[in-house]
Protein backbone atom coordinates (compact mmCIF):
# COMPACT_ATOMS: atom_id res chain seq x y z
CA UNK A 1 0.00 0.00 0.00
CA UNK A 2 1.56 2.92 -1.29
CA UNK A 3 2.04 6.10 1.59
CA UNK A 4 -0.84 7.95 -0.32
CA UNK A 5 -3.12 5.28 -0.24
CA UNK A 6 -2.67 4.63 3.72
CA UNK A 7 -2.88 7.93 4.32
CA UNK A 8 -6.76 8.21 2.39
CA UNK A 9 -7.57 4.93 4.51
CA UNK A 10 -6.54 6.69 7.63
CA UNK A 11 -8.89 9.83 7.30
CA UNK A 12 -11.55 7.30 5.75
CA UNK A 13 -11.82 5.21 9.18
CA UNK A 14 -11.10 8.11 11.64
CA UNK A 15 -12.92 10.86 10.70
CA UNK A 16 -15.21 9.67 8.68
CA UNK A 17 -16.14 6.01 9.66
CA UNK A 18 -15.08 5.81 13.11
CA UNK A 19 -15.21 10.02 14.54
CA UNK A 20 -19.09 9.54 14.50
CA UNK A 21 -18.95 6.84 16.72
CA UNK A 22 -16.82 8.62 19.08
CA UNK A 23 -18.82 11.95 18.81
CA UNK A 24 -21.77 10.95 20.58
CA UNK A 25 -19.93 12.23 23.74
CA UNK A 26 -20.45 15.95 22.26
CA UNK A 27 -23.56 15.60 19.97
CA UNK A 28 -26.29 13.73 21.83
CA UNK A 29 -27.59 14.78 25.40
CA UNK A 30 -26.65 11.22 27.04
CA UNK A 31 -23.40 11.77 28.28
CA UNK A 32 -24.10 15.34 29.38
CA UNK A 33 -27.29 14.14 31.27
CA UNK A 34 -24.83 11.39 32.93
CA UNK A 35 -22.06 13.95 33.85
CA UNK A 36 -25.20 16.20 35.02
CA UNK A 37 -26.33 13.70 37.58
CA UNK A 38 -22.67 14.10 39.12
CA UNK A 39 -23.53 17.47 39.72
CA UNK A 40 -22.20 19.36 37.07
CA UNK A 41 -24.49 22.27 35.63
CA UNK A 42 -24.79 23.01 32.27
CA UNK A 43 -22.65 21.41 28.73
CA UNK A 44 -19.31 22.81 29.33
CA UNK A 45 -17.80 21.84 33.43
CA UNK A 46 -18.84 18.32 32.70
CA UNK A 47 -17.04 18.43 29.00
CA UNK A 48 -13.67 19.54 30.64
CA UNK A 49 -14.12 17.28 32.91
CA UNK A 50 -14.76 13.81 30.92
CA UNK A 51 -12.52 14.93 28.12
CA UNK A 52 -9.25 15.83 30.30
CA UNK A 53 -9.65 13.24 32.88
CA UNK A 54 -7.57 10.77 31.39
CA UNK A 55 -4.21 13.32 32.21
CA UNK A 56 -5.60 13.68 35.73
CA UNK A 57 -6.06 16.86 37.88
CA UNK A 58 -3.65 18.56 35.96
CA UNK A 59 -3.66 22.45 35.63
CA UNK A 60 -6.09 24.36 33.19
CA UNK A 61 -2.44 25.59 31.38
CA UNK A 62 -1.79 21.88 30.76
CA UNK A 63 -5.29 21.46 29.55
CA UNK A 64 -5.24 24.39 27.83
CA UNK A 65 -2.48 23.49 25.98
CA UNK A 66 -3.60 20.11 24.92
CA UNK A 67 -6.65 20.85 23.97
CA UNK A 68 -5.04 23.83 21.52
CA UNK A 69 -8.18 25.56 19.99
CA UNK A 70 -10.19 26.97 23.35
CA UNK A 71 -10.96 31.05 23.79
CA UNK A 72 -8.97 32.43 25.89
CA UNK A 73 -10.22 31.60 29.86
CA UNK A 74 -12.78 28.93 28.75
CA UNK A 75 -10.42 26.05 30.17
CA UNK A 76 -9.88 28.27 33.15
CA UNK A 77 -13.39 28.53 33.54
CA UNK A 78 -13.74 24.75 34.69
CA UNK A 79 -10.72 23.51 35.62
CA UNK A 80 -9.78 23.08 38.43
CA UNK A 81 -13.36 23.84 39.95
CA UNK A 82 -14.91 20.79 38.21
CA UNK A 83 -12.73 18.76 40.46
CA UNK A 84 -14.91 20.03 43.25
CA UNK A 85 -17.82 18.38 41.27
CA UNK A 86 -16.91 15.02 41.13
CA UNK A 87 -13.33 12.98 40.71
CA UNK A 88 -11.83 11.86 37.33
CA UNK A 89 -12.79 8.68 37.80
CA UNK A 90 -16.20 9.28 38.11
CA UNK A 91 -16.43 11.56 35.49
CA UNK A 92 -14.63 9.01 32.80
CA UNK A 93 -17.53 6.15 34.40
CA UNK A 94 -20.46 9.00 33.82
CA UNK A 95 -19.48 9.53 30.43
CA UNK A 96 -19.19 6.82 29.31
CA UNK A 97 -21.78 5.59 30.50
CA UNK A 98 -23.72 7.58 28.53
CA UNK A 99 -21.88 7.30 25.25
CA UNK A 100 -22.90 3.46 25.51
CA UNK A 101 -25.99 4.17 25.95
CA UNK A 102 -26.31 6.66 23.30
CA UNK A 103 -24.75 4.16 20.44
CA UNK A 104 -26.97 1.54 21.65
CA UNK A 105 -30.10 3.62 21.24
CA UNK A 106 -29.29 4.88 18.08
CA UNK A 107 -28.14 2.06 16.42
CA UNK A 108 -30.61 -0.81 18.21
CA UNK A 109 -30.22 -4.03 16.96
CA UNK A 110 -26.89 -3.48 14.74
CA UNK A 111 -24.72 -3.47 18.29
CA UNK A 112 -25.45 -6.74 18.92
CA UNK A 113 -24.52 -8.04 15.76
CA UNK A 114 -21.35 -10.15 15.00
CA UNK A 115 -20.01 -7.27 12.74
CA UNK A 116 -20.36 -4.62 15.44
CA UNK A 117 -18.27 -7.42 17.92
CA UNK A 118 -15.59 -7.58 14.83
CA UNK A 119 -15.19 -4.16 14.32
CA UNK A 120 -14.47 -3.15 17.97
CA UNK A 121 -11.79 -5.90 17.69
CA UNK A 122 -10.29 -4.68 14.97
CA UNK A 123 -10.58 -1.06 16.12
CA UNK A 124 -9.00 -1.66 19.58
CA UNK A 125 -6.01 -3.24 17.88
CA UNK A 126 -5.93 -0.60 15.58
CA UNK A 127 -6.45 1.87 18.54
CA UNK A 128 -3.79 0.50 21.03
CA UNK A 129 -0.85 0.19 18.23
CA UNK A 130 -0.26 3.85 17.14
CA UNK A 131 2.82 6.10 18.02
CA UNK A 132 2.34 7.51 21.33
CA UNK A 133 4.77 9.36 21.29
CA UNK A 134 4.11 13.03 20.92
CA UNK A 135 0.53 12.38 21.70
CA UNK A 136 -0.48 13.33 25.14
CA UNK A 137 -4.00 12.86 25.13
CA UNK A 138 -3.75 9.63 23.30
CA UNK A 139 -0.98 8.69 26.17
CA UNK A 140 -3.56 9.47 28.95
CA UNK A 141 -6.45 7.43 27.04
CA UNK A 142 -4.24 4.76 27.07
CA UNK A 143 -3.49 4.58 30.25
CA UNK A 144 -7.28 3.37 30.62
CA UNK A 145 -8.14 0.05 31.20
CA UNK A 146 -9.99 -1.90 27.65
CA UNK A 147 -13.48 -2.88 28.31
CA UNK A 148 -15.29 -5.84 27.56
CA UNK A 149 -18.23 -5.44 26.20
CA UNK A 150 -18.47 -4.48 22.64
CA UNK A 151 -20.35 -1.31 22.88
CA UNK A 152 -18.03 0.86 25.09
CA UNK A 153 -14.70 -1.29 23.46
CA UNK A 154 -15.97 0.43 19.99
CA UNK A 155 -16.68 3.79 21.52
CA UNK A 156 -13.35 3.73 23.71
CA UNK A 157 -11.12 2.39 20.09
CA UNK A 158 -12.73 5.55 18.50
CA UNK A 159 -12.31 7.67 21.05
CA UNK A 160 -8.34 6.64 21.34
CA UNK A 161 -8.15 6.97 17.39
CA UNK A 162 -10.01 10.25 17.15
CA UNK A 163 -7.69 11.88 20.15
CA UNK A 164 -4.53 9.84 18.61
CA UNK A 165 -5.13 12.08 15.17
CA UNK A 166 -6.38 15.02 16.98
CA UNK A 167 -2.97 15.11 18.93
CA UNK A 168 -1.15 15.07 15.37
CA UNK A 169 -3.69 17.81 13.89
CA UNK A 170 -1.88 19.94 16.65
CA UNK A 171 1.36 18.98 15.74
CA UNK A 172 0.60 19.54 12.68
CA UNK A 173 -0.94 23.30 13.06
CA UNK A 174 1.87 24.05 15.86
CA UNK A 175 4.23 23.17 12.39
CA UNK A 176 2.56 25.84 10.05
CA UNK A 177 2.42 28.51 12.59
CA UNK A 178 -1.36 28.35 13.06
CA UNK A 179 -2.90 28.96 16.54
CA UNK A 180 -6.07 27.38 18.05
CA UNK A 181 -8.53 30.28 17.06
CA UNK A 182 -6.63 30.96 13.81
CA UNK A 183 -6.96 26.79 12.95
CA UNK A 184 -11.28 27.67 13.94
CA UNK A 185 -11.18 30.19 11.26
CA UNK A 186 -9.50 28.20 8.72
CA UNK A 187 -12.07 25.25 9.33
CA UNK A 188 -14.88 27.55 9.16
CA UNK A 189 -13.32 28.62 5.46
CA UNK A 190 -12.78 25.63 4.19
CA UNK A 191 -16.37 24.33 5.02
CA UNK A 192 -17.77 27.56 3.29
CA UNK A 193 -18.94 29.50 6.46
CA UNK A 194 -17.99 32.73 7.72
CA UNK A 195 -15.85 33.19 10.62
CA UNK A 196 -18.50 34.31 12.79
CA UNK A 197 -21.09 31.90 11.94
CA UNK A 198 -18.44 29.56 13.03
CA UNK A 199 -19.87 27.89 16.91
CA UNK A 200 -16.30 27.79 18.31
CA UNK A 201 -15.17 31.09 17.48
CA UNK A 202 -18.19 32.31 19.16
CA UNK A 203 -16.72 33.14 22.60
CA UNK A 204 -14.68 35.96 20.87
CA UNK A 205 -16.15 39.46 20.19
CA UNK A 206 -16.19 41.02 17.40
CA UNK A 207 -12.75 42.93 18.10
CA UNK A 208 -10.70 39.57 19.31
CA UNK A 209 -11.97 37.61 15.89
CA UNK A 210 -11.26 41.02 13.72
CA UNK A 211 -7.57 40.55 15.36
CA UNK A 212 -7.68 36.41 14.12
CA UNK A 213 -8.68 36.81 10.97
CA UNK A 214 -6.64 39.99 10.15
CA UNK A 215 -3.49 38.21 11.33
CA UNK A 216 -4.09 35.62 8.60
CA UNK A 217 -4.45 38.37 6.22
CA UNK A 218 -1.78 39.50 6.87
CA UNK A 219 0.27 36.82 6.18
CA UNK A 220 -1.74 36.13 2.61
CA UNK A 221 -3.60 33.54 3.31
CA UNK A 222 -7.03 35.01 3.56
CA UNK A 223 -8.43 37.72 1.03
CA UNK A 224 -10.99 40.75 1.95
CA UNK A 225 -13.59 38.60 1.42
CA UNK A 226 -12.87 35.98 4.38
CA UNK A 227 -12.16 33.40 1.65
CA UNK A 228 -8.53 31.53 1.26
CA UNK A 229 -5.88 32.94 -0.74
CA UNK A 230 -4.15 30.45 -2.94
CA UNK A 231 -1.30 30.32 -0.27
CA UNK A 232 -4.14 29.50 2.13
CA UNK A 233 -5.44 27.05 0.33
CA UNK A 234 -2.16 25.02 -0.13
CA UNK A 235 -1.43 25.53 3.65
CA UNK A 236 -4.69 24.47 4.76
CA UNK A 237 -4.39 21.05 2.65
CA UNK A 238 -0.82 20.52 3.67
CA UNK A 239 -2.14 20.91 7.33
CA UNK A 240 -4.62 17.83 7.18
CA UNK A 241 -2.16 15.61 4.54
CA UNK A 242 0.44 15.84 7.64
CA UNK A 243 -2.69 14.69 10.00
CA UNK A 244 -3.57 11.94 7.75
CA UNK A 245 0.34 11.04 7.45
CA UNK A 246 0.79 11.20 11.27
CA UNK A 247 -2.68 9.22 11.72
CA UNK A 248 -2.03 6.57 8.83
CA UNK A 249 0.64 4.38 11.39
CA UNK A 250 -2.22 3.15 13.50
CA UNK A 251 -3.54 0.76 11.13
CA UNK A 252 -0.34 -0.58 10.15
CA UNK A 253 -1.37 -3.99 12.79
CA UNK A 254 -3.78 -4.67 10.61
CA UNK A 255 -3.84 -6.62 7.36
CA UNK A 256 -5.53 -5.53 3.86
CA UNK A 257 -8.79 -7.80 4.71
CA UNK A 258 -9.17 -6.29 7.95
CA UNK A 259 -8.76 -2.94 6.57
CA UNK A 260 -11.73 -4.06 4.82
CA UNK A 261 -13.92 -5.73 6.76
CA UNK A 262 -13.28 -2.86 9.73
CA UNK A 263 -14.39 -0.79 6.55
CA UNK A 264 -17.55 -2.98 5.73
CA UNK A 265 -18.50 -3.13 9.62
CA UNK A 266 -18.45 0.50 10.30
CA UNK A 267 -20.28 1.89 7.32
CA UNK A 268 -24.03 0.63 8.20
CA UNK A 269 -23.18 1.85 11.96
CA UNK A 270 -22.61 5.16 10.55
CA UNK A 271 -25.02 5.02 7.80
CA UNK A 272 -27.89 4.35 10.69
CA UNK A 273 -25.98 7.46 12.90
CA UNK A 274 -26.38 9.49 9.60
CA UNK A 275 -30.13 8.51 9.11
CA UNK A 276 -31.64 8.44 13.20
CA UNK A 277 -28.85 11.63 14.23
CA UNK A 278 -28.06 12.01 17.28
CA UNK A 279 -30.91 13.40 19.00
CA UNK A 280 -29.67 16.55 20.62
CA UNK A 281 -27.04 18.19 19.52
CA UNK A 282 -24.91 20.16 22.45
CA UNK A 283 -24.10 23.82 21.72
CA UNK A 284 -21.09 24.55 19.31
CA UNK A 285 -20.17 21.69 18.54
Not at 203 to 230: C, H, I, M, W, Y
Not at 243 to 257: F, G, I, M, Q, S
Request: overall charge negative.
Amino acid sequence: MTTSTKDAVANRLTRQLLEPIHLVAYMADDAMHALQALGYEGYWPGYFASRSAPLGRVPAEVVDALFYNFAPGEVAACIPSCWDVATPEAALAANREGCVAALRRILGDLADSPEFARAADLAIRAALSAPIEGRMLYAGLRSLPVPDEPVAKLWHAATLLREHRGDGHTIALVAAGIDGQEAHVLAAIDGGQTPREYGRLGPLNDEQLAAVVDGLRDRGLVNESDKFTDAGRELKDHIEAVTDRLAAPAYDCLEPHEIDELIADLEPLVARIDAVGYEGAAPGL
